[in-house]
């Protein structure tokens, strides 16, 4: 059971808008933590795609978008595209436990 | 180029030890944190440990304190996973990551599997 909850699938059509949600508590998002996003392609290793809640390193497209309200973060994609089918992490730290915590992760699935 | 390359990933005994390896090149190794995340097989993300920049100050996922330790050398850019007192559930493919929060860059992993 992963700290921080996330859908376990989410799908959508070319050229559609999807969401996906990762939720907290008071010991990590709410309090304050920031929340990181990560897109994992089949079978590769994990890349950074939104950090401090809504900020996209060098490279990564402006389709991608990540806000932060209360103890809930969410990624949104537009005009998806084939290649964006993978699996998305959301992460943060919890100062209960004190550690970093990932999602469970959501698979994108593009129709 | 930041690169990030793992080693010492087989097949080990359930109470057996092993000692994974995480060579970085392409930026200055000593002013970063480091980490290692794990990921079960069809499994999703779990932080496991990571280390200042001080040598000495390291933090560990509950699921490891105790048994794992991590450490690094500075000198040839290198961050080291001592694993443990190893169980079927620490069955994963390891990966070697610079900085914790976020993890900014991430190795291609190495993999650990604990069967008898």
């Known amino acids: 059971q992963s700290v921080l909850t996330q859908p376990p699938s989410v799908s959508g059509a070319p050229g559609q808008r999807v969401t996906i949600s990762c939720t907290g508590n008071n010991s990590n998002i709410g309090a304050g933590y920031d929340v990181h996003w990560y897109q994992q392609l089949p079978g590769t290793a994990p890349k950074l795609l939104i950090y401090d809640n809504r900020n996209r390193p060098s490279g990564v497209p402006d389709r991608f978008s990540g806000s932060k309200s209360g103890t809930s973060a969410s990624l949104a994609i537009t005009g998806l595209q084939a290649e964006d089918e993978a699996d998305y992490y959301c992460q943060s730290y919890d100062s209960s436990l004190s550690g970093v915590v990932f999602g469970g992760g959501t698979k994108l699935t593009v129709l | 180029e930041v690169q990030l390359l793992e080693s010492g990933g087989t097949l080990v005994q359930p109470g057996g030890s092993l000692r994974l390896s995480c060579a970085a090149s392409?930026?200055?190794?000593?002013?970063?944190?480091m980490s290692w995340v794990r990921q079960a097989p069809g499994k999703g993300l779990e932080w496991v440990s990571s280390?200042?920049?001080?040598?000495?100050?390291?933090s560990y996922a509950d699921s490891v304190k105790g048994r794992f330790s991590i450490t690094r050398d500075n000198s040839n850019n290198t961050l080291f996973l001592q694993m443990n007192s190893l169980r079927a559930e620490d069955t994963a493919i390891y990966f070697c990551?610079?900085?914790?929060?976020?993890?900014?860059?991430w190795g291609q992993g190495t993999l650990v599997t604990v069967s008898s």
């Open positions: 990551a610079r900085s914790s929060d976020p993890v900014d860059y």
């Open positions: 280390i200042s920049v001080r040598v000495g100050s390291s």
């Open positions: 392409g930026f200055t190794f000593s002013n970063y944190a």
